[in-house]
């Protein structure tokens, strides 16, 4: 078995799969670690349990993790050696990982050096990582990084026009992020089309709390919404995407406000939140919208053309689109969205079946084009789960055969 460790700050997410990570067989996530009100959450094929728990610390949790993968009832092993490899989500590999690797001693120090780009996620991840090898020193650990796939992006794409010097000496550049889910998402919409992964140019949309719009050419993201921090490019929940970094001063030097009050606002006021002035969630907005709320129809219409925009200038960029990809929260499930985002893309050969946009809600793979359309749009329900099991299953294969 297989299981996936996904560690943040205050939370354990798991899922154990079998062998071939075809299947999950178990999942759950301990949450609020060092809080009163913690708890864990455990599912198998045939049963949920919820229970609040004392979880002082991630060795705590992890113990929670293992104790619910072995119980009795809910439980899916009878004994811990059933677990044969363990794969990590980690956030930040700068340009020291270009694709998942076995973790060593070495992997950490970099995993370490790479703290600095990503300070509140690779502390987290490390944590995990040490965890985990502590509980189950006996098997292959492997990393898989969100901004591994990225790696891809030629100079011309991933720079910033600043002084070179910056990313010489200090990494300044665009790493992007949600590259696990998006290479995922690319290989299962090749499957869907019937065509090799290496004959598209696919634009991934991943719509969710957080947004990430990808451009993938034969196999390879070749630019990406998401640049050093994590708030360009679309606006998100709570996150304002791109916006003119004159701002900055101004809001600094003319309202007088600090530079944390200005991250604040950036990253936790704006976006969806900060226009409807209501709510950062794409469900809430959409019915208020829907009852007449102009400042959420603002955002609605906001967030869809800063979509709309990317997508344009990628399909410039790769010289053309094969297929437009929806996935996470709001791509996965809003036809709304996703309707604002298509409604005037005939010029791509482009063009919703409302019919079929309407039913692709709650998981399922679908086309959801006229089927005449050149260009496809596709609903793929992400899985990072399932690609960092699939990671570690090849790693731990190529290793075995060495
Ligand atoms: P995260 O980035 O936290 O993983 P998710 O991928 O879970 O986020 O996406 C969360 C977003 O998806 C929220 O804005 C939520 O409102 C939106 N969402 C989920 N279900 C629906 C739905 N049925 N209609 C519209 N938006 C939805």
């Known amino acids: 078995m297989i299981l996936t460790i996904n560690c943040g700050s205050s939370t354990i997410k798991y899922q154990l799969f079998n062998n071939e990570a075809t299947q999950s067989v178990a999942s759950g996530i301990v949450s609020r670690i060092g809080e009163a009100d913690a708890y864990f959450q455990h599912q198998n094929q045939t049963e949920t349990v919820k229970e609040s728990r004392s979880v002082p610390d991630h060795t705590v949790a992890f113990q929670i993790c293992i104790d619910n993968l072995l119980h009795p009832t809910y439980g899916a092993i009878d004994k811990i050696e059933a677990i044969e490899a363990v794969g990590h989500r980690a956030v930040h590999g700068a340009d020291l990982f270009v694709d998942s690797t076995l973790i060593d001693e070495a992997v950490i120090a970099k995993l370490e050096a790479c703290v600095p780009l990503a300070p509140l996620h690779n502390p987290a991840n490390l ?30 794409a991933y720079l910033y026009a600043l002084p070179y010097e910056l990313y010489e000496q200090h990494k300044i550049r665009k790493y992007g992020f949600h590259g696990t889910s998006v290479r995922y998402v690319s290989e299962r919409a090749a499957a869907l089309l019937q ?8 634009v991934v949309a991943h719509l969710g709390n957080g947004v990430t719009m990808t451009a993938v050419a034969h196999g390879q993201a070749v630019d990406t919404t998401i640049g050093l921090a994590t708030f360009s490019g679309v606006m998100m929940g709570t996150r304002s995407g791109d916006i003119d970094p004159g701002l900055i001063f101004h809001l600094h030097r003319q309202l007088g406000l600090s530079l944390t009050e200005i991250e604040d606002m950036l990253y936790k006021q704006s976006g969806l939140l900060g226009v409807s002035g209501l709510s950062n969630d794409m469900r809430t907005i959409t019915e208020a919208a829907q009852a007449g709320n102009g400042r959420c129809q603002l955002a609605m219409e906001m967030f869809a053309y800063m979509a709309t925009k990317y997508l344009g200038a990628f399909a410039a960029a790769m010289g053309g689109l094969d297929a437009l990809v929806f996935t996470a929260g709001i791509g996965e499930n809003s036809p709304e969205v996703r309707a604002l985002i298509c409604q005037n893309l005939a010029f791509l050969g482009l063009a919703l079946d409302p019919a079929a946009n309407q039913q692709a809600v709650g998981g399922q793979e679908m086309a959801i084009n006229q089927v005449e359309d050149k260009t496809a749009v596709l609903v793929v329900p992400t899985n990072e789960e399932k690609m960092i099991a699939l990671d570690t299953r090849r790693l731990v294969s190529s290793k075995n055969q060495a």
């Not at 065509?195 to 696919?202: E, G, T, V």
């Open 127 to 156: 944590i995990g990582i040490r965890g985990g090898m502590a509980l189950l020193p006996h098997v292959p650990h492997v990393a898989v990084f969100d901004t591994a796939f990225n790696q891809t992006m030629p100079a011309k």
């Open 195 to 202: 065509r090799p992964l290496s004959a598209l140019k696919m």
